[in-house]
């Protein structure tokens, strides 16, 4: 589906937060900055390194598209995700 | 059905195969939230299910029976999980019992459902139960909405992908369940031979981290990319359209607020009716149970204790039925979701998750199915500091009282009753909303669990879902609760029956005051009286008398009793209690010095006092069991005591101080 990202190397911007993404931003996931369960529970929703994650509403809780579904996500775990902007 | 395509190697490493003709055969279903597999179950299943818990957790799977070509198969539905990670407590359990951890013999076979328009996302979960020793059928869910929508899903081309067969079904129609059922035999039977794991999928790794995470989302959006092509536009755009209202800051916040209002009236109004007829059948019963039996300890015991506590039961059951029904149907329909997402900044202040807020209403109906339906909040800390303040929050119980106490102070000013009225809600909202966000800084210090919700396509509910799970969690009620309801209401009538007044007495009261007073004169001399008596003077600083706490004992078993045993008490009979006559007979009690009891300050110090108390033992058995231990319902009762008596001793003494009799 989609598969841009694999080649996007040098398309992309340096790092940023999820948190800090305009609607409609699409990004790839780098690395998230929380251990243990909150970890965890965004790893299974697919907010994991590689994944691309595209900004459907902004603000605090925000709702992003990742693997084809719309994600609500509190502000605070948003914050801890890094992500490189598709250019 | 569809073929079934096989790699030619017979699978070395299936060892569950061999288990799979012996003995009970036991199959699991598993999938994602979200997925239809609930309806699912339903299909399978019929009208056969029931709800059971893991043993040793409050982790609830749903068991229910199907015939698969004349052998009898049981189907254990386990909660919606998105992956088997060991960390996550709900995710362990499912594993284990997957693997035959639990104590339980390993399945014989696993159905996973997938839904069709939703595949990257639910390969995930299939991948790692395709890990595990279990011969795996896949039901490939919702292939009706996705035909409709244009997105057509190769079986064939994933059942590769996976090696394991994959039937297309519609849970909602119906479609391909005989499908589903005969690869699901075929498997048990052994007659399939199991394929092997497909290389790719073997090398996602089962462990969790990251980085393998990241290898089996590669995998997953490939095989999708693989066996699917097209996409569901169609409902992806309705409900883009409709989250940007549903979801936004202020227009999401109002419709929110106008379905739980709705919510709330349809509960009350529609549960008016059978509650009536149930109270009306129940006195019936009663008055005809009275009627045929002699006078004495069987007759007394059978109508006072036994019916009156199934009735004490049964009365609860059309708000929790009501309940669960339009539950269900805003869950199905993908509303629930957003609900938590608007509101859980809110609730975030307080320190509790946005999914606290619909079972704290539900809390104003009654505590106890409120109780039950925070099993929606995964994490346990938000759970118990949400379950703790529940009780706090003004449940119908407690009108009789509210419209009791507001009788005696305002009959006839319906502008100064209403205020109370609403003085008396919001004190328990506040009640409820300070605790927790007190709890949060001190015994289950730290913040809510931050929201991580998948918010899925919006789709027409099920009725058939709804009334199914309006009769599943009936039934839990009437099987967990109702008994401890039962118990406690015998109990009760124990303590307000014995020690009885000799018949001598008895006679000479009768003869002497007639029927009323005897009534009353019986209830002091059994232990309820004496016990009222005995701790007057704790109670004396908030302005109650021993009569009044012989009425607040007897609430202990439900909070409604107050009225009938202030009526009694106070030599009205229990038929008076719906009347002016009880409100008349009140006020015009008189203490020792003269004043009137139900004074001004003392009416106060009660409503506040019935806001505030844990007065509800069936509701701490819920608590206990919700809890998983008598610890929590202990505190519960302790911290709610606690506060109830030092507000009403505030209010008395304070009212008193202003010289306000």
Known sequence: MKSDFMIAGEGEQPVSLLLSLPVGASARVVDLEVDGLDRERLEVMGLCAGRTVEVVKSGDPMIVRVLGTRIGLAGRLAATVRVSRHV | ?661
């Not at chain 2, 703790?388 to 009791?404: G, K």
């Not at chain 2, 030599?571 to 009880?582: P, T």
């Open chain 2, 1 to 661: 059905m569809s073929e079934i395509p096989l790699s030619a190697a017979v699978a070395t490493c299936h060892t569950a195969a061999s288990s799979a003709t012996a003995g009970a055969t036991t199959v699991v279903l598993i999938g994602n939230p979200n997925t239809g597999k609930t309806s699912l179950f339903n299909r399978l299943t019929g009208l056969r299910a029931k709800t059971a818990n893991f043993a040793g957790t409050t982790l609830e799977r749903r068991v229910g029976t199907m015939h698969l070509g004349g052998r009898k198969v049981h189907l254990e539905d386990l909660p919606g999980l998105y992956a088997l990670h060991a960390a996550n407590a709900e995710e362990r359990i499912a594993q284990d019992s997957l693997r035959g951890a639990t104590g339980s013999p390993a399945p014989a076979g696993a159905v996973v459902v997938v839904d069709a328009t939703n595949l990257a996302r639910n390969l995930y979960l299939v991948s790692q139960v395709r890990q595990l020793e279990v011969p795996v059928v896949v039901a490939l869910n919702m292939t009706d909405l996705a035909g409709r929508e244009g997105l057509r899903v190769d079986a064939a081309a994933l059942s590769r992908e996976l090696g394991a067969p994959v039937v297309p079904i519609s849970a909602r129609t119906g479609d391909g369940l005989p499908a589903l059922q005969q690869a699901l035999a075929a498997l048990l039977d052994g007659r399939a031979p199991l394929p092997a794991l497909p290389v790719r999928l073997s090398a996602c790794g089962s462990c969790g981290g990251c980085a393998t995470s990241s290898v089996r989302f590669d995998w997953a959006e490939d095989v999708a990319a693989v066996a699917s092509s097209g996409a569901p536009r169609l409902s992806a755009e309705r409900t883009a359209r409709l989250d940007r209202v549903l979801t936004h800051p202020v227009a999401g916040l109002a419709v929110f607020a106008a379905l739980m209002a709705a919510l709330f009236v349809a509960l009350f109004a529609l549960a008016e009716y059978p509650m009536g007829a149930i109270e009306a059948g129940v006195s019936a019963l009663g008055g005809w149970v009275g009627a045929s039996l002699p006078e004495g300890d069987l007759q007394s015991f059978l109508v006072d204790g036994v019916i009156a506590g199934v009735g004490g039961v049964l009365v609860f059951l059309p708000q929790i039925a009501i309940l669960f029904f339009f539950l269900s149907l805003l869950d199905d329909s993908g509303y629930l979701a957003r609900a938590a997402f608007v509101m859980d900044r809110l609730m975030g202040k307080v320190g509790l998750p946005g999914k606290a807020f619909v079972p704290m209403l539900s809390a104003h109906a009654c505590a106890i199915p409120a109780l039950m339906s925070t099993r929606v909040i995964e994490d346990r800390r938000d759970r118990l500091a949400t379950m703790l303040v529940i009780p706090l929050l003004t449940c119908s119980a407690r009108l009789p009282v509210y419209a009791m106490v507001i009788a005696l102070l305002f009959a006839g000013r319906p502008v100064q009753g209403g205020l109370l009225f609403t003085a008396a809600y919001a004190l328990g909202m506040v009640a409820a909303l300070s605790v927790a966000w007190l709890l949060r800084r001190t015994l289950l210090r730290g913040e809510s669990r931050p929201l991580v919700i998948e918010l899925p396509t919006y789709k027409a509910p099920s009725l058939r879902n709804a009334l199914l799970a309006m009769r599943d969690r009936g039934g839990v009620f009437l099987r967990k609760a109702g008994t401890a309801i039962l118990l406690i209401s015998i109990g009760m009538w124990a303590l307000s029956t014995y020690p009885r007044l000799d018949d001598e007495r008895a006679a000479e009261i009768r003869a002497a005051e007639g029927d009323t007073r005897l009534q009353s004169a019986r209830l002091e001399h059994a232990l309820a009286g004496r016990i009222g008596r005995a701790i007057e003077p704790v109670f004396r600083p908030l302005g109650f008398d021993w009569r009044i706490d012989i009425g607040v004992l007897s609430s202990f078993a439900a909070r409604e009793t107050l009225v009938a045993t202030l009526a009694v008490v106070y030599g009205v009979g229990d038929d008076g209690a719906a009347s002016d006559g009880l409100r008349d007979a009140l006020r015009a009690q008189r203490r020792e010095d003269g004043r009137p009891v139900f004074g001004f300050a003392t009416s106060c110090s009660l409503l506040v006092f019935f806001v505030l108390a844990m007065q509800c033992l069936p509701t701490q058995a819920v608590m206990r069991r919700e809890s998983g231990s008598w610890r929590w319902a202990a505190f519960q009762f302790g911290y709610m005591t606690v506060l109830a008596y030092c507000a009403a001793l505030v209010t008395y003494q304070g009212l008193r101080l202003l010289g306000v009799g």
